[in-house]
T-cell receptor, first 113, second 110 residues
């Protein structure tokens, strides 16, 4: 069973480029979210979704877009990459009513030069 | 939103029991206490969750006193593979997303 799958695992972007980080889950979870983790710090919430067609902003949403057209997928788009977006990005999913037990992907390490 | 406070780092040796305490003075009535483990270059992994008293699973035990203003994660007989960052989170299970602090970096020595 795959759980939460993130692609790519590593990515280098030039400033100003755009890209999409992919996240897919096979557990039929309604709730999905994106976090970023900077060196030596905890995770900070970027965007989250409570179901297909519904998204909302988290703590650090600027510079990122999300959409949720299916239950399984929750892509994160960087509109115009900046060096400040260099980070490790994690996608998570969970069952409604059990949101504190989240399943995380392996992460995408993004470097913006 | 209840704020949590936990030690920045801890050191231990293989075979010892490790107790990591988390303070959450403003915990709300419907909040649960949840602990996650994160290995380098991996996403966090749910370890254990509790509301009050004691919870035990195959990985750890969680002790919560009656006032619920703190909790202690207990790892029995740690090994090198338990070296990780441990996060204490407080929130109700219907909350839409998790709030992570900086965690406790546990280093297990041989």
């Amino acid at each position: 069973n795959a759980g939460v799958t993130q692609t790519p695992k590593f990515q280098v972007l030039k400033t100003g480029q755009s890209m999409t980080l992919q996240c897919a889950q096979d557990m039929n979870h309604e709730y999905m979210s994106w976090y970023r983790q900077d060196p030596g710090m905890g995770l900070r919430l970027i965007h989250y979704s409570v179901g297909a067609g519904i998204t909302d902003q988290g703590e650090v949403p600027n510079g990122y877009n999300v959409s949720r057209s299916t239950t399984e997928d929750f892509p994160l788009r960087l509109l115009s990459a900046a060096p400040s977006q260099t980070s490790v990005y994690f996608c998570a999913s969970s069952d409604p009513g059990q949101l504190t037990e989240a399943f995380f992907g392996q992460g995408t390490r993004l470097t913006v030069v | 939103l209840a704020k949590t406070t936990q030690p920045i780092s801890m050191d231990s040796y293989e075979g010892q029991e490790v107790n990591i305490t988390c303070s959450h003075n403003n915990i709300a009535t419907n909040d649960y206490i949840t602990w996650y483990q994160q290995f380098p270059s991996q996403g966090p992994r749910f370890i254990i969750q509790g509301y009050k008293t004691k919870v035990t699973n195959e990985v750890a035990s969680l002790f919560i006193p009656a006032d619920r203003k703190s909790s202690t994660l207990s790892l029995p007989r740690v090994s090198l593979s338990d070296t990780a960052v441990y996060y204490c989170l407080v929130g109700y299970t219907g909350r839409r997303a998790l709030t992570f602090g900086s965690g406790t970096r546990l280093q297990v020595q041989p």
